[in-house]
């Protein structure tokens, strides 16, 4: 049976990110400067790893905690666990509420490996539940960025080629942003979201603490027009050769030029350049978000369905409060989104489908 230890916080910054990329399923998630990005909004970063009789590290598991009343936890785990799966069972159960000296805590992770039914049956097996109300999506798109420039862009829809070629037609200037302005930022999410009747997508906290802890993981672009004002950013978090979009906003100006084609293969250029082999979406929902499933379709990405959300608790009732709470919280938000779409629809202002809200962008459902 693997050991289950929690890394302290010097620990962890000497040696998690190094563990971490020697799985093959790691994920820019589970990286240090996650946690430390989750530690700026408030919440407490857990660092768990598994060790074998040997000593050395089989799985790892990196959670965000909020402590709450009478010694209850909430724990929000991205991207994890990573490694072998087989010792997330009750040695990791035990080992969380050990070192955490919680009484009673609600666990959720959202692995993002692949899918398999073998990992399925096994988490069911060892005490997990697939959350019957999941905070994302657990599918995704991602483009094969090891092929060469030219089959990358045959793989495209003849539309979406059509489409880059009149944004390249458009007098754009796209280049990295080195050092982002948050309000910028935020300036091109509030104009996406006062057009298409959207949630709020990033808080300002939310994006300065994103560009402050990883700040040497993140390779962000923007869409400028013939007069310098910003009309798209793209941006993505990179680990080892994969990269996560993260940042994904374009207002209306930048619609009307198709700008977030030129942005997107301006980056798909940079990720090449700099040894990306695999680019992750980050997110499809073709019910909700139709518009944003046909772009990343269109772009030659490929489906895939991650392993997802699933959860544990102790006491067990504390699992179904925790579901009860998050599907009442999404039902919520999901009503305020169909009424400003629908305010704006009545405005006579043209709207669609925006980029769906980041995986990464949750919060507490205790908050």
């Not at 798209?232 to 198709?258: I, K, P």
């Not at 250029?269 to 990306?276: A, D, E, F």
């Not at 082999?277 to 990405?301: E, H």
Request: aromatic share 10%; glycine share 8%.
């Amino acid at each position: 049976m693997a050991r289950w230890e929690m890394l302290s916080n010097e620990e962890a910054r000497r040696c998690w990110d190094q563990a971490l990329v020697r799985f093959t399923d790691y994920s820019p998630f589970q990286t240090y400067a996650w946690g430390e990005y989750r530690r700026g909004l408030g919440w407490e970063p857990c660092r768990w790893a598994a060790f074998n009789e040997e000593g050395e590290i089989i799985a790892m598991l990196q959670g965000a905690l909020r402590r709450h009343a009478f010694g209850i936890g909430l724990i929000w785990c991205e991207g994890g666990p990573v490694g072998d799966l087989s010792a997330c069972d009750a040695s990791l159960h035990k080992a969380i509420l050990r070192t955490t000296g919680l009484k009673r805590t609600y666990c959720r992770f959202r692995c993002d490996r692949e899918r398999h039914t073998e990992d399925a049956l096994r988490m069911t097996a060892q005490g997990w539940t697939m959350s019957w109300s999941p905070l994302t999506t657990n599918y995704s798109m991602t483009l094969d960025l090891t092929k060469d420039e030219d089959r990358l862009l045959a793989g495209c829809e003849r539309n979406w080629r059509r489409n880059l070629r009149r944004s390249n037609e458009s007098k754009l200037t796209i280049r990295e942003w080195v050092d982002p302005d948050p309000d910028e930022v935020l300036s091109v999410y509030t104009a996406m979201q006062n057009l298409k009747g959207l949630e709020e997508q990033h808080s300002r906290e939310e994006i300065e603490e994103l560009l402050k802890t990883l700040k040497q993981q993140i390779v962000l672009y923007r869409c400028d027009d013939d007069q310098g004002e910003l009309l798209s950013l793209l941006g993505c978090l990179v680990l080892g050769n994969r990269a996560c979009a993260l940042f994904w906003a374009t207002n209306e100006r930048g619609r009307e030029l198709h700008a977030s084609y030129a942005i997107f293969w301006a980056l798909v250029q940079h990720c090449k350049r700099i040894g990306i082999a695999s680019y992750d979406l980050a997110g499809i929902d073709p019910v909700a978000n139709p518009g944003v499933y046909r772009f990343k379709r269109a772009s030659g990405a490929v489906p895939v369905e991650f392993l997802g959300e699933w959860d544990w608790a102790s006491p067990s009732w504390l699992r179904w409060l925790g579901n009860w709470a998050i599907a009442k919280r999404n039902r919520i938000r999901q009503a305020e989104s169909a009424l400003n779409r629908s305010s704006k629809a009545t405005a006579g202002e043209s709207h669609g489908e925006g980029p769906r809200r980041s995986k990464l962008v949750v919060e507490s459902l205790l908050n």
